[in-house]
């Protein structure tokens, strides 16, 4: 503080009224985010989802691991810790509402098959990580014939609700096995 106003000289103000860039904050403060340390980020994002109520406030390890997980997962589209809540709002939903782009994609005649043969897979299969998740999804395109936005998106918009978002795998692992299932049977059902 004293060295600031030992600098400070009334001279060198100008006349001309400040403008403040809500914008150019924004993006300063994204890019610091995104270089900033993982655990750094996490330690200043959970306790909002905790204020939301998305998380307890005292945390078990696993659940510890799972929320610093999440907050990776949106590090680099965070301008502040409190984006974590909406940005992870998808996991956090006991009912997925589908926009119009969402419903388009989820008519296509391919998705009772793609949807079909994941919830096979994923109930089929020991391991629930986001690597095996991948292999999985590869197995899906291999045995339906469909790949790209025909496999990826109707799975992506049957378990979030949303056209696009991050690391489908990713994602995919963080809403943990029995909620993909859940998500899939609704889907399957509804359609």
Known sequence: ?????????????????????????????????????????????IPNLQKASRLPSELTPEQEAWARALVALYQEQMTAASDIVDLSEVFFRTHLELDAEGIEVMSGEQVPAVLSAFLNKIEQSDEFTAEKIAALIKEVQKETGFK?????????????????????????????????LDRLRSQIKGA
């Open 1 to 45: 503080k004293e060295q600031l106003i030992s600098i400070f000289d009334e001279n060198r103000l100008s006349k001309s009224p400040a403008v403040f860039d809500a914008n150019k904050l924004a993006h300063i403060n994204n890019t610091y985010i995104k270089n900033a340390d993982p655990d750094r980020v996490a330690e200043l994002a």
């Open 148 to 180: 790209g936005k025909q496999l990826f998106m109707p799975i992506r918009v049957a378990l979030t609700g949303q056209t696009h978002g991050r690391d489908l795998n990713q994602t995919i692992w963080l809403l943990g096995r029995d909620r993909v």
